[in-house]
T-cell receptor, first 115, second 115 residues
Framework: GNSVTQMEGPVTLSEEAFLTINCTYT??????LFWYVQYPGEGLQLLLK?????DKGSNKGFEATYRKETTSFHLEKGSVQVSDSAVYFC??????????????FGSGTRLSIRP | EAGVAQSPRYKIIEKRQSVAFWCNPI?????LYWYQQILGQGPKLLIQ????????DSQLPKDRFSAERLKGVDSTLKIQPAKLEDSAVYLC?????????????FGQGTRLTVV
């Protein structure tokens, strides 16, 4: 079945450091891939997405490239800020048997940024 | 555009009691999801509706959980009787149906504590 595996946290970095959070997936067909972010006390928010191979999603300085050959969608940011501290979830959306999207999440990676 | 509305935000109940959560999706969104997010884990899909029909309820503990989506708009999720392990955040999300593979928009969630 479809699944998402992301690197375990927590990840602690200093401000302005480079960030990579790894995500790999298993899916039949051609899923869309997402990164969601959950700030403390808030709901899940879509951070970025990519809908086909080699697409690059980007938002707020974060980027991720849909790599079909390695089934990966790693999240990167060149210079993190304290305000980026949150839990990040990799997710995929693949067509269910009824043609409605089914969204599957990874276990999440907690990111803490030190000033 | 109004987001996904959920209520209540917090609920504390004793085990064996019953509880209900309410969700109002974004206007026009045909697909509605209920997820369970246990502390430290990624969201787990409980049930997915397409309009007022159930698409996937394979991970819904049907002996105690039930959900309905009357008239294809609002939805309620009920637990009866609750167990300690039901303590979690219950997230409602909605998405449009545009050929599948679309992102979901999440509500703030309801944090349930069973004591």
């Amino acid at each position: 079945g479809n699944s998402v595996t992301q690197m375990e946290g927590p990840v602690t970095l200093s401000e302005e450091a480079f960030l990579t959070i790894n995500c790999t997936y298993t899916a039949t067909g051609y899923p869309s891939l997402f990164w969601y972010v959950q700030y403390p006390g808030e709901g899940l928010q879509l951070l970025l997405k990519a809908t086909k191979a080699d697409d690059k999603g980007s938002n707020k300085g974060f980027e991720a490239t849909y790599r079909k050959e390695t089934t990966s969608f790693h999240l990167e940011k060149g210079s993190v800020q304290v305000s980026d501290s949150a839990v990040y979830f990799c997710a995929l959306s693949a067509l269910a048997y009824s043609s409605a999207s089914k969204i599957i999440f990874g276990s999440g990676t907690r990111l803490s940024i030190r000033p | 555009e109004a987001g996904v509305a959920q209520s209540p935000r917090y609920k504390i109940i004793e085990k064996r009691q019953s509880v209900a959560f309410w969700c109002n999706p974004i206007s026009g969104h045909a697909t509605l999801y209920w997820y369970q997010q246990i502390l430290g884990q990624g969201p787990k899909l409980l049930i997915q509706f397409q309009n007022n029909g159930v698409v996937d309820d394979s991970q819904l503990p049907k002996d105690r959980f039930s959900a309905e989506r009357l008239k294809g708009v609002d939805s309620t999720l009920k637990i009866q009787p609750a167990k300690l392990e039901d303590s979690a955040v219950y997230l409602c999300a909605s998405s449009t149906r545009q050929g599948g593979n679309t992102e979901a928009f999440f509500g703030q969630g309801t944090r349930l504590t069973v004591v």
